[in-house]
């Protein structure tokens, strides 16, 4: 790779790293927090005739305004709700769209960020956030959680008070450590400053029993806007589609600053057909959640200190060194993730048989090397 100083980037960007997770062809990959099972065939089937139909017409721009995938998305959140036991009332002129959810973030932080403005975040956290604060030129501060990565209302009032954010981010479940915050804690961020709320709840579907969504709250909180991705739980990280859900007067702004036609035709077509087929799609979700549950209990069975997770992934703690443990599994052909934490490493949940073979590795190593534990079991 070259060297950017060598080029007039911004002075702010200089010494900055890219996000970037290890990809590597290993059969056993549990670092990314994907979703482990394929798309089912009969999804397959209905997202190939969808493609078919838009190929004859890809000479044309697609749908600006994406309306058939905002109809579909209003669809599948209201049947989220009545699950979780809430009512919410969502029209099409509340949902956006981008490419992943990164670019729907992207499109909030541009629109009401920038030089001169700042982003609040409570770290460990998703590390795009920082990123896409940073490259919009506005300014990041992180506030840090408690030791158990938990967030209380009156530290987050405090610290938004203290700030007086343009834009604060809270993700819930939090990546990378699995934990959820409650809906005191959104409304502590929401009445203490006068700027933005984002709730980044990527990985909400891995909730059970599932907790209300940040979506309860949006009548009347005009500045409040909640993100969710296809990417987790419908097992669509290839398709790239993330969506948001705000006020209509939040979402207008949005358009301000989208690139024209910024999702394809293809794209909507294989979000419609997948969302069709959301009950097949997240039929996976209550086997990964198993598999999350599963890797916990042993982990902490043998001497790791596990944290409670609400996502498909394990934030695991007491490692007494986060790069050798990466590189024994690694040797064994499984992939997890040195998230930088000192002393910790994540895993996401995997299909039963990869769940298997990563708990027996575990095992193998610690059997081999009992200081794999930072104090031994």
């Keep these: 790779m070259g060297n950017i100083e060598t080029l007039p980037v911004r002075s702010d960007l200089v010494g900055l790293k890219p996000y970037g997770a290890p990809h590597l062809n290993v059969p056993v990959q549990l670092n990314v927090n994907e979703n482990a099972y394929p798309i089912p065939?009969?999804?397959v089937e209905s997202m190939r005739r969808a493609a078919d139909l838009q190929l004859s017409?890809?000479?044309?721009?697609?749908?600006?305004?994406?309306?058939?995938?905002?109809?579909?998305?209003?669809?599948?959140?209201?049947?989220v709700n009545d699950r979780a036991g809430t009512s919410v009332t969502l029209s099409p002129d509340m949902i956006w769209a981008g490419n992943g959810s990164?670019?729907?973030?992207?499109?909030?932080?541009?629109?009401?960020?920038?030089?001169?403005?700042?982003?609040?975040?409570?770290?460990?956290?998703?590390?795009?956030?920082?990123?896409?604060?940073?490259?919009?030129?506005?300014?990041?501060?992180?506030?840090?959680?408690?030791?158990?990565?938990?967030?209380?209302?009156?530290?987050?009032?405090?610290?938004?008070?203290?700030?007086?954010?343009?834009?604060?981010?809270?993700?819930?479940?939090?990546?990378?450590?699995g934990t959820s915050i409650g809906l005191d804690v959104v409304d502590a961020a929401y009445d203490n400053c006068s700027g933005i709320v984002i709730v980044d709840e990527a990985y909400a579907e891995f909730s059970r029993p599932a907790k209300p969504s940040a979506m309860t709250l949006l009548e009347g909180r005009p500045r409040l806007v909640v993100s969710r991705t296809m990417s987790k739980a419908f097992a669509c990280a290839g398709l790239r589609l993330g969506y948001a859900i705000a006020a209509?007067?939040?979402?207008?702004?949005?358009?301000?600053?989208?690139?024209?036609?910024?999702?394809?035709?293809?794209?909507?077509?294989?979000?419609?057909?997948?969302?069709?087929?959301?009950a097949v799609l997240l039929d996976n979700v209550d086997r990964l959640i198993d598999s999350r549950n599963r890797i916990a209990e042993h982990l902490a069975r043998v001497g790791f200190r596990v944290y409670p997770s609400d996502s498909n992934f394990v934030l695991f703690g007491d490692v007494a060194s986060p790069p050798q443990l990466w590189q024994d599994l690694l040797d064994r052909g499984i992939l997890i993730r040195d998230i930088g934490i000192p002393h910790h490493a994540r895993v996401n949940a995997g299909t039963e048989e990869e769940t298997t073979v990563f708990l027996r590795a575990i095992d193998e190593i610690l059997a081999a090397n009992p200081g794999t534990l930072l104090t031994e079991a």
Excluded: K
């Design 41 to 43: 065939e009969i999804v």
């Design 57 to 79: 017409g890809l000479n044309r721009y697609p749908d600006r305004e994406f309306d058939d995938l905002r109809g579909h998305l209003v669809t599948y959140l209201a049947g």
């Design 102 to 177: 990164n670019e729907v973030l992207s499109h909030i932080v541009q629109a009401f960020g920038g030089p001169g403005r700042t982003a609040l975040g409570f770290t460990p956290s998703y590390s795009m956030h920082p990123l896409i604060t940073t490259g919009t030129g506005a300014a990041w501060q992180a506030a840090a959680r408690d030791e158990d990565f938990d967030l209380s209302a009156e530290f987050v009032a405090a610290e938004v008070a203290r700030v007086d954010p343009d834009i604060v981010f809270l993700c819930t479940p939090n990546n990378p450590t």
């Design 248 to 278: 209509p007067e939040l979402i207008d702004a949005l358009r301000l600053v989208r690139l024209p036609y910024h999702l394809s035709a293809v794209t909507q077509a294989l979000a419609c057909a997948a969302l069709e087929h959301s």
